[in-house]
């Protein structure tokens, strides 16, 4: 069975930093594209950030660049999305997702196989 575990997230503050992990188990991990998604109320679940098998490849939304980093470790089967300078519009539930067959990095909620339940990120001014 696989599951997706999200943790980390929390309130700060407008311009602090925060970072989320996600833990993944019941797939193989190293062979799957992983991503990061949001859902602020009352919008439709946007996308974040992607990072490839072998973390050789990353993409980011332009609302996040430069601030936002995703990483991995294959070995700890864990994704990361480090969160700076964040704003208020960052305020979102933020799931992350796994990619177990394509070769380049989705950005669609379709692209993506498996999902996990979401961690609440909140910025407060």
């Known amino acids: 069975q696989v599951q997706l575990v999200e943790s980390g997230g929390g309130l700060v503050q407008a311009g602090g930093s925060l970072r989320v992990s996600c833990a993944a188990s019941?797939?193989?991990?190293?062979?799957?594209?992983m991503g990061w998604f949001r859902q602020a109320p009352g919008k439709e679940r946007e996308f974040v950030a992607a990072?490839?098998?072998?973390?050789?490849?990353?993409l980011y939304a332009d609302s996040v660049k430069g601030r936002f980093t995703i990483s991995r470790d294959n070995a700890k089967n864990t994704v990361y999305l480090q969160m700076n300078s964040l704003k208020l519009e960052d305020t979102a539930v933020y799931y992350c997702?796994?990619?177990?067959?394509?070769?380049?990095?989705?950005?669609?909620?379709?692209?993506?196989?498996?999902w996990g339940q979401g961690t609440q990120v909140t910025v407060s001014s």
């Open positions: 997702a796994a990619d177990r067959s394509r070769l380049w990095l989705g950005v669609r909620y379709a692209d993506y196989d498996y």
């Open positions: 019941g797939l193989t991990f190293s062979m799957c594209a």
């Open positions: 990072i490839g098998r072998s973390a050789t490849s990353t």
